[in-house]
């Protein structure tokens, strides 16, 4: 099977109580957002913190596209459920469009 990775980022609020907050919900993912990632065709997602910057790597399917996973999350009501409450840790970087969180990062060098 094919696989592609791509590579993101987001910023939390720079807040330590929020931040830690942040990396406990984590530990426990609801099932369903876990069901949502693997129905998108996401293989592995991992997400990575520093201070209050994320870094994410997804490992996806030959066929996953961003379009159909926004899609699929749009009209999933427990999706959007834990977006909203992403929201409360994670701050729009000043480059994204409105209501962008994770960015894609641009490869520029690999060996």
């Known amino acids: 099977m094919e696989t592609k990775k791509y590579y993101l980022f987001c910023d939390l609020k720079d807040d330590e109580s929020l931040i830690a ?7 426990n993912v609801w099932p369903e957002i876990i069901k ?3 129905d998108s065709g996401i293989i592995n997602m991992e997400i990575y913190n520093k201070g209050n910057r ?38 729009k970087l000043p480059m994204a469009n ?8 641009e490869e520029i060098f690999k060996l």
Request: aromatic share 14%; charged share 30%; proline share 2%.
């Open 21 to 27: 907050e942040y990396k406990q919900l984590h530990k």
């Open 36 to 38: 949502s990632i693997k």
């Open 54 to 91: 994320l870094f994410m790597v997804l490992e996806v399917e030959g066929s996953f596209s961003f379009e159909r996973k926004t899609k699929m999350d749009t009209n999933n009501p427990k999706v959007q459920e834990w977006e909203s409450l992403m929201w409360k840790f994670q701050q």
């Open 98 to 105: 409105q209501g962008e969180k994770w960015l894609l990062l």
